[in-house]
C-alpha cells in the first residue's frame, strides 16, 4: 500500500495512506450506490445536516413571532404549520437517526471488529427510504404543510381537510421503515458478526447504547405506522377508527402514539447516551465506573420504555387508577437515566481529566439531560402535570431532554470520531468556543420556557399576555446566540476536511477497536481480522501496546 510520510505536532512521524474509503472510487455513482456502511453514514451525515437547519430555520421563525404579544408576523393557522412542520422535521428527519444512522452506522462495525454492517444492501436501502421520506415531506410543507402539530392529534388530523395531513403521514410511514431496516441490521450485525474474543461485557457501552435502540426502533415503530394509516383510512375511506360519531374511539389514537413516541424518546437520547460514555472514559483515562450498571441501564430503559406512554395522557380522560400506575411506572423509567449520570460522575472521580471539545460537549449534555430529566418527573406527577400540561413548561422539559441532551451528544460524538471519520483536525479554540456559545444560548433559550410554563403562557399560540414578553424575548435572543453555536461547526469542520491538520490513527489515545485502525479507514475497515484480547476501556493494555511498539522500532 503506498504511503506518505508527514511530520505532525504530537508525533514524529505518521503514516497517512493514500488508500481509504473516501479516496478508493470516485464518482457520484460510487457513493449512491455504495454498500460500505462508512459512505452511507457520511451520506446520512449530509441529508439530517440539510434537514436540521430546515427544522431550525422554522424554529427561528416561531421565535421571531413570539418576540411582541401581537401576532403580527405570520397568520395563527400560519403559525400552527410553522411549529407542526418544526416539530415533524427535527423529530421524525433528525432527532431519531441522527446518532444511529450517522455514528452508529460509521462504528458499530469498526467496534466489533467486522468488516461491514450484515445487510449492506438492506443499509443503502434505509437512506433512500429515508430520502425519499424527507422529499416527500417538504413537499407537503411547500404545498400548503399541516398544522395538526407533530403529535398528529385526533380529530385535528382526521377531521380536517385543509392541511396535507396525508402526504406527512406518508413520509414519516416511510421513515419509519427506514429506522426499522437500520434497527435490524444493528441487532444482526451485534449478534452474528462480533471478532473472535468479542464477548458481549467486551463490547463498547457505545454498541450496548444502540442495541438497546434498536429494539426500541424494530418493535415500536410499526404501531406508529398502523397508527397513521388509520389515521388515512379514516380521511380517505370513512372507516370509523377514532371517530366516535362512527363508533371509534379518540383515546385510542393517543395510546397507539404514544406507545410508539414515548420509546421515541429513548430511540433519540440512548444513542447519545452511548457516545458520552465513550467521550468520558477517554478524556478521564479511565474504565466506566460499574460498565456491567450502565450497560444494563441501557436494556432497562428500552424495557421501561414500553410501559410509560400513558403519563402524556394524565388529562385525556384514563381511569385514576391507570393515572396512578403510569406515574409510578415513570418515576420508575428514571431509575436507569439516573445509573449512567451517577456512573459517569463516578468516572471522572479522580481521573487524568482534559478539557478536549468532545468533553465539553459531553458536560454539556450531563447538565442539560440531568435538567430535563428532573423536571420530567415533576411531569410524572399527576398533580403538577394537570397544571403544566400544554404550557410552556412542556417544551422548555423536551428541548432540556432532546436537544440539549441528544444534540449535544451528537455534537460530542461528531467532534471526537471527526479525526477517524476524515483523518484530520479541526481547531480545537473555536471548537471549544462553539461548546460554550451552544451551552448558554440553549439555557438562555428554553430556560425562560420553564418558567413561562409555571405562569401559565399555553405553548402553540401565536400570541400571548403582554407581562410574558421580556421572558419571550430572552428567549428569541438565546436561539439567536444557539444558531451561532450550530453555524460554527458547520464553517470550521467544513474547514477542516482541507486545511486541517493530519489527526493520526489514535489522536485521543483511545482503546476501541476503530482506533486501531487507520485514519481515514479503509474500506474493508482491518487488514486482518481483529482479535479482541482485552476488557472494554482498559488502558493499561493500550500502554502495553504502545511499549511493544516502540520496543519493536527499537
Do not use: C
Not at 434537514?51 to 411582541?68: N, S, V
Not at 395563527?76 to 431519531?96: A, E, P, R
Not at 402539530?149 to 392541511?163: A, C, D, E, K, R
Not at 481521573?351 to 468533553?359: A, L, N, R, V, Y
Amino acid at each position: 500500500m503506498s504511503t506518505t510520510i508527514v511530520t505532525l505536532p504530537d508525533q514524529s512521524t505518521a503514516r497517512i495512506p493514500k488508500m481509504n474509503y473516501l479516496s478508493k472510487e470516485n464518482g457520484l455513482l460510487s457513493w449512491l450506490l455504495t454498500g460500505d456502511h462508512k459512505r452511507i453514514a457520511i451520506l446520512y451525515l449530509i441529508s439530517i445536516s440539510f434537514f436540521f437547519f430546515i427544522g431550525g430555520a422554522l424554529a427561528g421563525l416561531i421565535r421571531l413571532e413570539l418576540l411582541t404579544p401581537q401576532s403580527d408576523l405570520m397568520a395563527t393557522d400560519t403559525y400552527n404549520k410553522i411549529f407542526s412542520m418544526h416539530g415533524i422535521i427535527m423529530i421524525f428527519f433528525f432527532l431519531v437517526p441522527s446518532v444511529p444512522a450517522t455514528l452508529g452506522n460509521f462504528l458499530i462495525p469498526m467496534m466489533l471488529g467486522a468488516k461491514d454492517l450484515a445487510l449492506p444492501k438492506v443499509n443503502l436501502l434505509s437512506w433512500y427510504l429515508y430520502i425519499a421520506a424527507g422529499i416527500l415531506a417538504l413537499y407537503a410543507m411547500i404545498t400548503g404543510g399541516v398544522d395538526t402539530g407533530w403529535t398528529f392529534t385526533t380529530p385535528l388530523s382526521t377531521h380536517y381537510v385543509n392541511t396535507n395531513v396525508i402526504t406527512t403521514g406518508m413520509a414519516i410511514f416511510i421513515a419509519g421503515f427506514s429506522s426499522i431496516f437500520t434497527g435490524l441490521n444493528f441487532i444482526v450485525t451485534i449478534h452474528k458478526m462480533r471478532a473472535p474474543g468479542m464477548t458481549w461485557f467486551r463490547m463498547p457501552l457505545f454498541v450496548w447504547a444502540h442495541y438497546a435502540t434498536s429494539i426500541l426502533m424494530v418493535l415500536g415503530t410499526p404501531v406508529l405506522a398502523i397508527a397513521l394509516v388509520l389515521v388515512v383510512l379514516e380521511r380517505t375511506v370513512g372507516i370509523g377508527v377514532f371517530d366516535p360519531a362512527k363508533g371509534g374511539d379518540p383515546l385510542l389514537f393517543q395510546h397507539l402514539f404514544w406507545f410508539y413516541s414515548h420509546p421515541a424518546v429513548y430511540i433519540m437520547i440512548l444513542p447519545g447516551m452511548g457516545v458520552i460514555s465513550e467521550v468520558i472514559s477517554t478524556f478521564s483515562r479511565k474504565r466506566v465506573f460499574g460498565y456491567t450498571a450502565v450497560a444494563f441501564s441501557s436494556v432497562a430503559i428500552a424495557v421501561f420504555g414500553f410501559f410509560v406512554w400513558a403519563h402524556h395522557m394524565f388529562i385525556m380522560g384514563i381511569s385514576n387508577y391507570s393515572v396512578l400506575i403510569f406515574s409510578l411506572l415513570t418515576m420508575l423509567v428514571a431509575v436507569p437515566s439516573a445509573i449512567k449520570i451517577f456512573n459517569w460522575a463516578f468516572t471522572l472521580y479522580k481521573g487524568s481529566i482534559t478539557f478536549e471539545t468532545p468533553m465539553l460537549y459531553a458536560f454539556g449534555f450531563m447538565g442539560l439531560f440531568t435538567i430535563g430529566g428532573m423536571t420530567g418527573i415533576f411531569l410524572g406527577t399527576s398533580g403538577v402535570d394537570i397544571h403544566l400540561t400544554e404550557t410552556y413548561f412542556i417544551v422548555a422539559h423536551f428541548h432540556f431532554v432532546m436537544v440539549g441532551g441528544m444534540l449535544m451528544a451528537f455534537l460530542a460524538g461528531v467532534h471526537f470520531w471527526w479525526p477517524k471519520m476524515t483523518g484530520r483536525m479541526y481547531p480545537e479554540k473555536i471548537s471549544q468556543l462553539a461548546a460554550l456559545v451552544t451551552f448558554i444560548g440553549f439555557n438562555l433559550t428554553f430556560f425562560p420556557q420553564f418558567i413561562l410554563g409555571t405562569l401559565g403562557m399555553p405553548r402553540r399560540y401565536a400570541s400571548y399576555p403582554p407581562e410574558f414578553q421580556v421572558l419571550n424575548v430572552f428567549s428569541t435572543a438565546g436561539a439567536t446566540i444557539l444558531g451561532i453555536g450550530y453555524l460554527l461547526p458547520v464553517l470550521y469542520l467544513t474547514w477542516s476536511l482541507k486545511y486541517g491538520e493530519i489527526a493520526g490513527n489514535n489522536p485521543w489515545q483511545a482503546t476501541g477497536l476503530e482506533w486501531q485502525t487507520q485514519s481515514p479507514p479503509l474500506t474493508e475497515n482491518f487488514v486482518e481480522l481483529p482479535i479482541m484480547d482485552h476488557e472494554a476501556y482498559d488502558y493499561e493494555w493500550l500502554e502495553r501496546q504502545k511499549e511493544k511498539e516502540v520496543a519493536s522500532v527499537g
